[in-house]
């Protein structure tokens, strides 16, 4: 999942720090019809997914995935900050994983963004 996010912020030149702050994007007088141009408005609505997933996540599992998939901490990071075991650390993470999966694919799909990217979080 952190790679497929990666790359998409790549893309459109912006960074995971990005994600946090609405992503705008405002270029007058330019063909709407220039694919590359869709295929940048493309990735942009799929960010703006992300940041809506993000945003609507439930906590504590949004403030686990947000720590160890945003801001990169570890799992003993994480659990120093949160006053949680490691244990329950990586369980919130994979419950927060599912959720942001879950809720990620709805934004796009209510969004109209397509084709829609799939992505497949399972917690053990």
Known sequence: MRST???LLNFTGNHLSDLKKPIACDIPNVDKDDPALKEYFYYLSVLDCIQKALANMTDPYKS???KRYIDKLTDEQVALKTNFSKTTVGRYAGYGAVEFSQRFI???RINHVSPVI???AYNK
Do not use: E, K, R, W
């Open 106 to 108: 709805y934004y796009q």
């Open 5 to 7: 996010i990666n790359n």
């Open 118 to 120: 799939d992505l497949i």
């Open 64 to 66: 686990i995935f947000m």
